[in-house]
């Protein structure tokens, strides 16, 4: 599975950014699919998931995000999507997609993912 995340770019705080993972390779209704942040200077972070079809499309949110963010998937796309809203100068961050198979209740774990994108620029201006 290859990754290709888009979208990201320089927005002021309170705007809004679609981000987009699409994949070439296997059908990515087969994974679990997870969007990760790093900010300068600090560890990859999780930020959003959802889970493969077949298991219903379940979402899961870090607390910093909740209510902010919407992961969604297109499966005839083959593709992810994180839409950000109302922004903040903290969401400034390199972000990336990535893939996985572990169980569910893991999927909040950054050494869970074997396959990633190669990272979207988001910058949040104050």
């Known amino acids: 599975v290859q990754l290709q995340a888009s979208g990201g770019g320089l927005v002021q705080a309170g705007d809004s950014l679609k981000l987009s993972c699409a994949t070439s390779g296997r059908t990515l209704s087969a994974f679990h699919m997870g969007w990760f942040r790093q900010a300068p200077g600090k560890e990859r972070e999780f930020v959003a998931a959802i889970a493969r079809k077949s298991y219903g499309d379940s979402t899961r949110y870090a607390d910093s995000v909740k209510g902010r963010f919407t992961v969604s998937r297109d499966n005839a796309k083959n593709t992810v999507y994180l839409q950000m809203n109302s922004l903040k100068p903290e969401d400034t961050a390199v972000y990336y997609c990535?893939?996985?198979?572990?169980?569910?209740?893991?999927?909040?774990?950054?050494?869970?993912?074997?396959?990633w994108g190669q990272g979207t620029l988001v910058t949040v201006s104050s």
């Open positions: 990535a893939v996985t198979q572990i169980l569910w209740a893991y999927v909040d774990g950054t050494h869970n993912y074997n396959t």
